[in-house]
T-cell receptor, first 116, second 114 residues
Framework: DGGITQSPKYLFRKEGQNVTLSCEQN?????MYWYRQDPGQGLRLIYY???????QKGDIAEGYSVSREKKESFPLTVTSAQKNPTAFYLC???????????????FGEGSRLTVL | GENVEQHPSTLSVQEGDSAVIKCTYS??????FPWYKQELGKGSQLIID?????GEKKDQRIAVTLNKTAKHFSLHITETQPEDSAVYFC?????????????FGTGTRLKVLA
C-alpha cells in the first residue's frame, strides 16, 4: 500500500537533546512538508521541500533542521535550540510541486514528541 | 499576515442531525480550499475540497460552500453518524515565493452523540 510512514509515533526527550523524526513516502511525490500541531492552533508549517536536495523554511523553522537526500525521505531534527518542542508533528507529501499546482496533501499519522 | 479562522472549536450533535463548520480566510488571492478529517490512528485525510471558480461542491453527505466576496467557506455534514466524530481542519492555499502554501484553521472537534 502506498502512503506516508512517520516514526516513532511517541518520543520522549530530555531537555538539551536533539531528536530526529522520520518521514518516508512511497507515493513518488515531489513535495514534502513538516507541520507542527498544538492544541487550539492550526497546523503550522516548519519546513517544506519541493525537490531532492532542496528545502525551504516555513513559518516556524527556528530550532528545526531538515534534509532531503532522497525523494522518499524527509527527516526532521528538533534541536536543543527549539524552545518549546513538545508538540504533535505531522509530515505530508503532495504529488507535484510547482507554481500552479494545488492538490491533495497526504499526511502521515504523526509523531508526538514530549520533552521531559 | 495570512490567516484562517475556524469556528466552532468544538461541536456536539445528535446522530442524524447536521453539522456545520465555518472558516474565514484573509488572502483574497486564495483559490483552493480543502477540508481534512483527523482521526486517531488514521492520520489526516482530505474529505472534500473546492476551488475558487465554484460556489458549492457536494459528495454524498458532505458539502462545501464558498463565498468569495465574504471570504467564507463552510463544511456541511448531513445525517451525521458516530464515525463522523473527529477533528476537522479547513485550509486555504496562498501563493508565496513561487509555490503554494496551505494555511490551516485551528480545527473543530466534532462529536456525534449516538
Amino acid at each position: 500500500d502506498g502512503g506516508i510512514t512517520q516514526s516513532p509515533k511517541y518520543l520522549f526527550r530530555k531537555e538539551g537533546q536533539n531528536v530526529t523524526l522520520s518521514c518516508e513516502q512511497n507515493l513518488n511525490h515531489d513535495a514534502m512538508y513538516w507541520y507542527r500541531q498544538d492544541p487550539g492552533q492550526g497546523l503550522r508549517l516548519i519546513y517544506y521541500s519541493q525537490i531532492v536536495n532542496d528545502f525551504q523554511k516555513g513559518d516556524i523553522a527556528e530550532g528545526y533542521s531538515v534534509s532531503r537526500e532522497k525523494k522518499e525521505s524527509f527527516p526532521l531534527t528538533v534541536t536543543s535550540a527549539q524552545k518549546n518542542p513538545t508538540a504533535f508533528y505531522l509530515c505530508a507529501s503532495k504529488e507535484q510541486a510547482g507554481l500552479a499546482v494545488n492538490g491533495e496533501l497526504f499526511f502521515g499519522e504523526g509523531s508526538r514528541l514530549t520533552v521531559l | 499576515g495570512e490567516n484562517v479562522e475556524q469556528h466552532p472549536s468544538t461541536l456536539s450533535v445528535q446522530e442524524g442531525d447536521s453539522a456545520v463548520i465555518k472558516c474565514t480566510y484573509s488572502d483574497s488571492a486564495s483559490n483552493y480550499f480543502p477540508w481534512y478529517k483527523q482521526e486517531l490512528g488514521k492520520g489526516s485525510q482530505l474529505i472534500i475540497d473546492i476551488r475558487s471558480n465554484v460556489g458549492e461542491k457536494k459528495d454524498q453527505r458532505i458539502a462545501v460552500t464558498l463565498n468569495k466576496t465574504a471570504k467564507h467557506f463552510s463544511l456541511h455534514i448531513t445525517e451525521t453518524q458516530p464515525e463522523d466524530s473527529a477533528v476537522y481542519f479547513c485550509a486555504a492555499s496562498i501563493k508565496t515565493s513561487g509555490t503554494y502554501k496551505y494555511i490551516f484553521g485551528t480545527g473543530t472537534r466534532l462529536k456525534v452523540l449516538a
